[in-house]
């Protein structure tokens, strides 16, 4: 799920990795992403506030949040991120946070 805004609140989302990159869509079947995010020049961090959630700061300073089920699939995303960010020769990513958390 992604946070939308305190009006809306979490609107479930289809997120895939796909080289270096986060995608994520309103649904499995939709064509066009909604958000295409860089993980090499994205900062990863867990939400000390809420177990399940992972706070996503892209290079122009912009937030994201997801969350997810539970604490095991927010360490497999985690997880996933962080290996895609670094299996790009010659990149260079910002520092992450050692612990995070995502809902």
Known sequence: MKY???FTGWKTRYCI???HELIYKKSKED???KKVLNLLTTEISMNDKNECEIILKSHNKKHYQLKCS???EKIQWVDAMRTAAQQSPG???PDTKSE???K
């Open 4 to 6: 939308v805004n305190i």
């Open 17 to 19: 990795i796909c080289g």
């Open 31 to 33: 064509i066009q992403p």
């Open 70 to 72: 539970n604490v095991t």
């Open 91 to 93: 990149r260079k990513r």
């Open 100 to 102: 995070e958390k995502v």
